[in-house]
């Protein structure tokens, strides 16, 4: 599948998408890129913003096996990645799949479960296999988690550990829509006439693996590669940084980059790719100096500050 067709069928799948959510193109366009990337993401907002309504519709319209998990105090970690049954018909011990195994898992109101339980989750994440009984089960390509969680619920949550926060590829805010906007939606809810939504599939899984190895002959050269790194490396050296982006955020870059680089109809990165990516894959790993928690300081203005002072190559690379 050539880059091109790539990009037309991404164009596709997001024009099917707009038919439901209205007036978030960009959050639409920046949730294709991660699934593209073949990476994890984390939707943090308020609650009633369609965040899970995002996740079962990108399931939809890409035809993957989509599972949801509502995470809560009381969720086990076998809840999650299945455990061993006795059966008593034939005397042994069977393996019951947990929803883990899927190609699109929602993961909503992540921060509501346990620390252990939230555990169970970073090895399927990172390894795309789940091992129980010493007895490992890989999961089948794609895999893709797509959590949620609600900023406001403070009493009753576990904060996400920095570990697990690393394994999401990007961090993405839905946010409230315009009064217009919000206009729309209340018009299409009467004209549908009910509450749930289907939209036809425009990929298969096939096509969808297809499309993200595609992602793969873009090129990004060794500027590129260099601009990167020097802006990973300036949140580890900023001053209101506690602790800076690792080089899983290096790659998580990268990726982004390439794929907005296609969306857009080339076949290579520019300064402009990285600099678009940059909030989504870079702010979420930042861990800010305590002291700057009162002053609310958002890890998202540090990354744009921080783009603003890294020289950006030259555009004739």
């Not at 439901?20 to 593209?36: C, F, P, R, Y």
């Not at 079962?56 to 809560?72: G, N, W």
């Not at 790993?285 to 998202?300: G, N, Q």
């Amino acid at each position: 599948m050539t880059l091109t067709t790539v990009a037309d069928r991404t164009r596709q799948i997001i024009d099917t998408l707009k038919q439901v959510i209205v007036g978030k193109d960009e959050v639409l366009e920046q949730v294709l890129l991660g699934l593209l990337a073949n990476g994890h993401i984390l939707i943090e907002d308020y609650p009633g913003l369609a965040k899970t309504l995002i996740a079962r519709l990108c399931a939809q319209v890409t035809d993957l096996d989509f599972k949801r998990i509502q995470f809560t105090p009381d969720l086990l970690p076998s809840d999650i990645t299945g455990s061993f049954l006795y059966n008593q018909r034939e005397g042994t011990f069977e393996f019951r799949r947990g929803p883990v195994f899927t190609n699109l898992l929602l993961a909503d109101e992540i921060n509501r479960a346990t620390p252990k339980t939230q555990a169970a989750l970073l090895e399927v994440m990172q390894e795309h296999q789940v091992t129980v009984e010493g007895e490992r089960f890989v999961l089948d390509p794609p895999f893709l988690v797509i959590a949620t969680q609600n900023p406001l619920e403070l009493e009753g949550t576990y904060p996400l550990p920095e570990a697990q926060l690393d394994r999401f590829l990007m961090r993405l805010r839905v946010g409230y829509p315009t009064p217009d906007n919000e206009q729309e939606i209340l018009l299409r809810r009467r004209q549908r006439r009910q509450d749930t939504v289907d939209i036809p599939a425009v990929v298969t899984r096939a096509e969808l693996l297809t499309m993200q190895a595609a992602l793969e002959e873009v090129f990004v050269s060794p500027e590129i590669d260099r601009y990167i790194v020097d802006v990973v490396k300036a949140t580890r050296q900023d001053g209101r940084v506690q602790v800076g982006a690792s080089p899983r955020g290096s790659l998580a870059l990268m990726k982004l980059a390439r794929t907005y680089a296609a969306l857009h109809g080339r076949d290579f990165v520019t300064p402009d790719d990285v600099k678009a990516m940059a909030v989504p894959a870079l702010a979420h790993r930042l861990i800010l100096r305590p002291e700057l928690w009162i002053t609310k300081v958002a890890e998202e203005d540090i990354v744009r500050d921080l783009l603003d002072k890294v020289p950006t190559p030259k555009a004739d690379i």
